[in-house]
């Protein structure tokens, strides 16, 4: 990662401080963005913090517009963000519930994939990585919502992996089950956490797509079942 350029959507999550730390271990310059986050969230003189909502497709072309002004390229983008809402089947899902997890879990991927695609085709090694849920594999009760944009999301990003295979850019999600999160472990304290996927595991793995290794693989939907101890 030495050199690369790296854009995280949702950096200083549970899921996504722990990514933002390896790849600035592994020497790379990481702007990480959120609604809320400062440079005092990862000291470190290759990280660089940057407000931004996802919801707002003016808010992210700004964003991206500076990235490439403060750095001439851009060569990963990791979408991170995301939002989780259920418990209640179709019949009582509010709208209110509906555009929430459209505009987490969908709308804000397509607007920062719309405006980093032209500039990750022009990096020699650009990667596409978005983190999804092991949920959209199939449909659930009461968890209509939240499975139908997560599924919506997968397609999204096989989508930019057929349009963009002719310039080398590589486009690929990762699926993983209940990750061990201090919020996980907050809202679930009565669960197994030991079953629960590791965030490292899922950072390393996110690395690996990153890496010019895994200039080859791209389209895939790569499910994390957990269940470990």
């Not at 500076?66 to 899902?93: C, E, M, N, S």
């Not at 596409?128 to 999301?153: D, W």
């Not at 996110?206 to 389209?219: I, K, P």
Request: proline fraction near 5%.
């Amino acid at each position: 990662m030495n050199k690369k350029i790296v854009f995280i959507s949702g950096a200083n999550g549970g899921l996504g401080s722990v990514i933002t730390e390896s790849f600035l271990a592994q020497g790379a310059t990481v702007i990480g963005a959120s609604r809320r986050i400062s440079s005092s969230d990862f000291p470190h003189p290759n990280f660089t913090a940057m407000l931004v909502d996802f919801t707002s497709p003016e808010l992210v072309h700004q964003a991206v517009l500076k990235i490439i002004t403060d750095h001439g390229r851009l060569d990963v983008l990791l979408h991170v963000l995301g939002g989780f809402a259920g418990g209640k089947p179709i019949t009582a899902t509010t709208t209110e519930t509906w555009d929430q997890m459209r505009e987490l879990n969908l709308t804000s991927a397509f607007y920062v994939l719309r405006e980093t695609i032209p500039y990750l085709r022009k990096s020699p090694s650009g990667r596409i990585i978005a983190i999804g849920s092991l949920a959209a594999k199939e449909p659930h009760a009461n968890l209509g919502a939240y499975v139908v944009f997560k599924t919506a999301l997968t397609t999204l990003i096989q989508t930019a992996a057929l349009e963009n295979a002719d310039a080398g850019l590589t486009a690929n999600i990762v699926l993983p089950a209940t990750m061990d999160t201090p919020g996980n472990r907050a809202a679930m304290p009565r669960e197994d956490f030991s079953k629960w996927v590791q965030p490292q595991d899922v950072a390393n793995l996110v690395l690996w797509l990153a890496d010019d290794s895994a200039r080859h693989v791209t389209g895939a939907a790569i499910p994390m079942e957990g269940g470990h101890a």
